[in-house]
C-alpha cells in the first residue's frame, strides 16, 4: 500500500474545518489591515532561497529539497515565502509611491527536518509582508496585527518576545561579540553549533540540544545599538505600548536566517511543549537590494498554520462540519429522479441541501438526515406527489407539513433557522 511520504500529512474533512476558519480569520484581519493577497510558485530557482535566506542557514544546508528539473535548472520546493515574495515584488514593479505594499499569503512550504509533533516536511504557513517604508510605526503594526490574529482565532496563552538586531553593521558588532561570549565554552557545543560558531553564531541561540541551550541561556549578552536603531527600537516599543500589545524585550531572539535586521520577534504558545514557537518575523531590510531590486525596507511575519491548529485544539475551540439545511427523502420507489431534480433546484438556489441515493428504507434516510444535522427534511411520498405536493419537517421541533412542490424553495428561504450550514466556527 502506497503511504504519504514521512513528514506530510492528509489534512481530512473534520480537521479541515479548522483549517478554513483560520485561513478565513486571517484573510478578514489582513484585509482590515489593508494587506492583499499574493499567490507565488511553490517552485522557484533555488539560487532564490540560497542569497536570500542565506547559503550558511539551516534551511539551505539541511533543509532545502533541491532537485534539478528536465531542463537541468536547479529548482527548489519553496521553505518559505518571504523569498518568492520580494522576488514577485520586483519582478512585477509592484513598489508603492509613497508607504509600502502590504500582501499577505498563505500556503505550503517544504523542509526535510526530522518529523516530530509540530514539525512537518510539508508544512503551511499563513503570513504578511509590507514592503516599502522603514517606519517604526510599520513594525508596531505587524505585530499588533498578529496578535490581533491570534485574539480573533481565541488563542490564549501566547507570549510576543521582542528584539531589535540593528542594522548590518550594528549585527556584525553583535556577532563578533557573541563569538567572544561563545567562545569559553566552544568545546562543550554540540558539533552543529561548532559549524555555526564560524558560520552564523546566532545560530547558536536557536539549538535545541540540551547543553546548547544551558550555554545560550547564560551566556551574556549585551544590546549594543547604534543611534539610529536605538532610536528606532524605542519607538517601536513605545507604539506597541500605546497599542496595549504586551511584549517582552528578549535580547536572545536572534532568528537564524540572513536577511533580518532590525525588529526581530517571536511569538510562543504555553501548550505546545518544545515545538512552541507558532509565528516568527521581523524586519529584512537589506533583502530586496540582495535580491536585485532597489534598497527597499520591509517587515512581515509567519504563523506555522499546524501550530495554530493545535493551539486551538489546546483551547478546545469547538468547531462544526458543515451540516446540510435539507435533507430530501424518498417514500415512493419511483420518484428518486423527481428528488434529485428537487435536490438540484435546492442546491441551485444556494440552499445546502442531501440525499442518499442508496434507495435504503424512509426510516434510515431520517436517520441519515439526523446524523448530518439537518435542520429540515423534505419526503416525497407517492400519494403527496400525485398532488404536486410534498412533506416538509421541521427537524428541531418535529413539526410537519403539506407544502407545494413549488413552494419549497421560497418556505425555506423565509423560514428562521438556528441551523444555519454556513459551516462556519463557534467558539
Ligand atoms: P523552528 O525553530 O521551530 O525550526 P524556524 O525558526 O525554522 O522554527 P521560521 O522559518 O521562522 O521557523 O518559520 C515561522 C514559523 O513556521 C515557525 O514559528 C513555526 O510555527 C512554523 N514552522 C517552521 N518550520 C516548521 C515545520 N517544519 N513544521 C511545522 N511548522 C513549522
Ligand atoms: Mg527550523
Same mark, same amino acid.
Given at each position: 500500500m502506497i503511504k504519504a511520504l514521512r513528514g506530510t500529512k492528509d489534512i481530512l474533512p473534520g480537521e479541515s474545518d479548522l483549517w478554513q476558519f483560520i485561513e478565513s480569520t486571517g484573510r478578514d484581519i489582513f484585509n482590515i489591515y489593508g494587506y492583499n493577497e499574493i499567490r507565488t510558485p511553490i517552485i522557484?530557482?533555488?539560487? =532564490?532561497?540560497?542569497?536570500?535566506?542565506?547559503?550558511?542557514?539551516?534551511?539551505?544546508?539541511?533543509?532545502?529539497?533541491?532537485?534539478?528539473?528536465?531542463?537541468?535548472?536547479? /529548482?527548489? =520546493?519553496?521553505?518559505?515565502?518571504?523569498?518568492?515574495?520580494?522576488?514577485? &515584488?520586483?519582478?512585477?514593479?509592484?513598489?508603492?509611491?509613497?508607504?509600502?505594499?502590504?500582501?499577505?499569503?498563505? %500556503?505550503?512550504?517544504?523542509?526535510?527536518?526530522?518529523?516530530?509533533?509540530?514539525?512537518? *516536511?510539508?508544512?503551511?504557513?499563513?503570513? /504578511?509582508?509590507?514592503?516599502g517604508s522603514d517606519s517604526p510605526f510599520l513594525d508596531a503594526e505587524v505585530i499588533a496585527l498578529a496578535v490581533r490574529f491570534l485574539d480573533r482565532l481565541g488563542v490564549k496563552n501566547y507570549h510576543v518576545k521582542l528584539n531589535s538586531l540593528g542594522c548590518q553593521k550594528d549585527k556584525m558588532a553583535a556577532i563578533a561579540k557573541h563569538k567572544e561570549n561563545f567562545k569559553p565554552h566552544f568545546?562543550? =557545543?554540540?558539533?552543529?553549533?561548532?559549524?555555526?560558531?564560524?558560520?552564523?553564531? =546566532? *545560530?547558536?541561540?536557536?539549538?535545541?540540544?540540551?547543553?546548547?541551550?544551558?550555554?545560550?541561556?547564560?551566556?551574556?549578552?549585551e544590546a549594543a545599538l547604534c543611534?539610529?536603531?536605538?532610536?528606532?527600537?524605542?519607538? /517601536?516599543?513605545?507604539?506597541?505600548?500605546? $497599542?496595549g500589545v504586551k511584549y517582552t524585550v528578549d535580547h536572545k531572539i536572534v532568528r537564524g536566517l540572513d536577511y533580518y535586521t532590525k525588529t526581530v520577534f517571536e511569538i510562543t504558545q504555553d501548550d505546545l511543549g518544545a515545538k512552541d514557537a507558532i509565528c516568527?518575523? %521581523?524586519? &529584512?531590510?537589506? $533583502?530586496v537590494k540582495e535580491l536585485g531590486g532597489k534598497d527597499t525596507?520591509?517587515?512581515?511575519?509567519?504563523?506555522?498554520?499546524?501550530? $495554530?491548529?493545535?493551539? $486551538?485544539?489546546?483551547?478546545?475551540?469547538?468547531?462544526?462540519?458543515?451540516?446540510?439545511?435539507?435533507? /430530501?427523502?424518498?417514500?415512493?420507489?419511483?420518484?428518486?429522479?423527481?428528488?434529485?431534480?428537487?435536490?438540484d433546484s435546492l442546491r441551485g438556489a444556494g440552499i445546502a441541501s442531501e440525499m442518499d441515493y442508496d434507495e435504503r428504507s424512509l426510516k434510515s434516510q431520517m436517520r441519515k438526515a439526523e446524523k448530518l444535522g439537518a435542520g429540515f427534511v423534505v419526503i416525497l411520498g407517492e400519494d403527496e406527489f400525485k398532488k404536486g405536493k410534498a412533506v416538509l419537517k421541521d427537524m428541531s421541533s418535529g413539526d410537519q407539513k403539506e407544502i407545494m412542490l413549488n413552494e419549497i424553495i421560497s418556505a425555506l428561504h423565509t423560514i428562521k433557522t438556528s441551523q444555519v450550514a454556513e459551516g462556519n466556527l463557534r467558539s
Open positions: 522557484e530557482e533555488a539560487s =532564490l532561497f540560497i542569497r536570500g535566506i542565506g547559503d550558511l542557514t539551516d534551511i539551505v544546508q539541511k533543509e532545502m529539497y533541491v532537485f534539478s528539473d528536465r531542463g537541468n535548472r536547479r /529548482v527548489a =520546493l519553496r521553505p518559505e515565502a518571504t523569498a518568492s515574495i520580494v522576488r514577485a &515584488y520586483i519582478e512585477n514593479s509592484m513598489s508603492q509611491s509613497g508607504g509600502a505594499a502590504k500582501l499577505f499569503y498563505t %500556503g505550503p512550504m517544504f523542509r526535510s527536518e526530522r518529523p516530530q509533533q509540530g514539525r512537518q *516536511r510539508q508544512f503551511y504557513q499563513i503570513g /504578511v509582508e509590507a514592503i568545546e562543550k =557545543l554540540c558539533d552543529t553549533c561548532k559549524a555555526r560558531f564560524d558560520k552564523n553564531v =546566532l *545560530r547558536i541561540f536557536d539549538c535545541k540540544g540540551d547543553t546548547c541551550r544551558v550555554i545560550a541561556e547564560n551566556v551574556k549578552v543611534n539610529d536603531c536605538e532610536s528606532h527600537f524605542k519607538k /517601536v516599543k513605545q507604539c506597541l505600548d500605546e $497599542l516568527a518575523g %521581523g524586519r &529584512y531590510n537589506n $533583502l525596507p520591509a517587515t512581515g511575519f509567519a504563523f506555522g498554520v499546524e501550530r $495554530l491548529a493545535l493551539a $486551538l485544539k489546546a483551547v478546545s475551540c469547538q468547531h462544526s462540519a458543515v451540516s446540510p439545511k435539507v435533507f /430530501v427523502a424518498v417514500a415512493g420507489e419511483g420518484l428518486y429522479p423527481e428528488a434529485f431534480k428537487l435536490l
